[in-house]
Structure formats: C-alpha cells, structure tokens
Nanobody, 122 residues
Framework: QVQLVESGGGLVQAGGSLRLSCTAS????????MGWYRQAPGNHRELVAQITNGGGTNYADSVKGRFTISGDNAKNTVYLQGDILKPEDTAVYYC????????????????WGQGTQVTVSS
C-alpha cells in the first residue's frame, strides 16, 4: 500500500501565504507524478497543480502566478506554496500521487491523502 500524509493547512488572512506538504510512504517502485486538488463545500474536487518526477508542472488558471508546486524526489514529498491567498481559495486540499508499484508494472495507480483544511478569511 501507499500512504500520503498532508500537513500545513490552517487559517490565514486574505493576502497571506501558506505552504502545504505531502509525503508518500509505503511499498512502490516509483512516483511518476504528484499533485494537489481542492474541494470547497458544494463544489467538485478540482485540480490545483501537478508536478511530474521530471519537474514538469501544470496549474489551474485560478492559481497561476500565486501558487507554486515543487517536489523533492529523494523525500517522496511535494509542496504547494500559496501566496496572495483569496477567500475563494478556502477548501480542503488533497494530495495525490501516481505510482508504479513495481519495476514491471504496466499501469499507474493513484493514491490520495486524507486532506487538509485551508481557510482564508477576508
């Protein structure tokens, strides 16, 4: 199994910053990519940012220029730096990872963390 543990959520004022971390552990051969999603009450879960193990990144339009995703392959950890936070960034943030369980695996498996609450007050 693969476990993802997020940390760094909390309450922040609008215009402030927050840094989330997510570390993967367990039995796997390689992480192909990790990402952050978020879900606000009444909304669907949406992509925030993704990063591949080669460093390629992808961002939702709503966070471009304000959020930065980065990763540490040696630590199996992904970070999300959020700056100039807005009340509409309030959501539960989930980490995910696309993993190959063995060297000979022909497909990826996707795992999710338990989520961490981010609340931005106006």
């Amino acid at each position: 199994q693969v476990q993802l543990v997020e940390s760094g959520g909390g309450l922040v004022q609008a215009g402030g910053s927050l840094r989330l971390s997510c570390t993967a552990s367990g039995s796997f051969y390689r992480i192909d990519g990790m990402g952050w999603y978020r879900q606000a009450p009444g909304n669907h879960r949406e992509l925030v940012a993704q990063i591949t193990n080669g460093g390629g990144t992808n961002y939702a339009d709503s966070v471009k220029g304000r959020f930065t995703i980065s990763g540490d392959n040696a630590k199996n950890t992904v970070y999300l730096q959020g700056d100039i936070l807005k009340p509409e960034d309030t959501a539960v943030y989930y980490c995910n990872a696309d993993v190959r369980r063995s060297r000979f695996a022909t497909r990826q498996e996707t795992y999710w963390g338990q989520g961490t609450q981010v609340t931005v007050s106006s």
